[in-house]
């Protein structure tokens, strides 16, 4: 699996929109992007993945560069239930390889 | 749908103690994962089932730790004898086929604390 990079830490003010980068300048064509997130002391939460087309549900966006070496997982509207570790994994096996994430705090 | 479950979720033993955890997987799904966190560092893979067999088990640190899943359906993890090393927090996660295009959901964790 390619290294990611994120920040140790972002904020966000309610209602707006969070948008947290990663990069991976080593990944592989055949790797996708995963997002998890880790509210308090609860099991990783899935989010959203891509592989080189961007992605919505109805949880978040994805945006990955037309490179593939960075993407953005955007929350439209951030609440105060978002605030959590953000974790971006580029994956080509069947473990996933989690870094120290991004810690995203909304505030009021 | 039920989620990934574990149990228990919370265990305080003693040095030298045995433990098992337990993972019940998402109905259906064949693939069965153990992680864990341990203190201050990040979480690791341990181990990948494919219904009882042992795909890839090049996460586990010693063989203090027996993983088994009989049956292919749920699976119980075991350290024995337990060391202060293996305090953290042990997840289990499914998903229905394998590869990197197969989501991976996660249980709850069960945090073992040894002393």
């Known amino acids: 699996d390619a290294k990611t990079t994120q920040p140790p830490s972002m904020d966000c003010a309610e209602g707006r929109a969070a948008n947290l980068p990663c990069n991976h300048s080593?990944?592989?064509?055949?790797?996708?992007v995963y997002w998890y997130r880790q509210i308090h002391s609860q099991g990783p939460q899935y989010i959203i993945h891509?592989?080189?087309n961007n992605e919505t549900n109805e949880m978040a966006s994805l945006i990955i560069t037309e490179d593939r070496k960075s993407s953005t997982l955007i929350l439209p509207h951030a609440t105060l239930r978002d605030t959590a570790v953000y974790y971006c994994?580029?994956?080509?096996?069947?473990?996933?390889?989690f870094g120290a994430g991004t810690r995203l705090t909304v505030k009021p | 749908e039920a989620g990934v479950t574990q149990f228990p979720s919370h265990s305080v033993i003693e040095k030298g103690q045995t433990v098992t955890l337990r993972c019940d997987p998402i109905?259906?799904?064949?693939?069965l994962y153990w992680y864990r966190r341990v203190m201050g560092k990040e979480i690791k893979f341990l181990l990948h089932f494919v219904k009882e067999s042992k795909q890839d088990e090049s996460g586990m640190p010693n063989n203090r730790f027996l993983a088994e899943r009989t049956g292919g359906t749920y699976s119980t993890l075991k350290v024995q004898p337990a060391e202060l090393e293996d305090s953290g927090v042990y997840f289990c996660?499914?998903?229905?086929?394998?590869?990197?295009?197969?989501?991976?959901?996660f249980g709850p964790g069960t945090r073992l604390l040894v002393l």
């Open positions: 109905s259906g799904h064949d693939n």
């Open positions: 080593t990944i592989s064509g055949n790797e996708y």
């Open positions: 994994i580029a994956r080509n096996n069947n473990d996933m390889r």
């Open positions: 996660a499914s998903s229905q086929g394998w590869g990197s295009q197969e989501t991976q959901y």
């Open positions: 891509g592989l080189k």
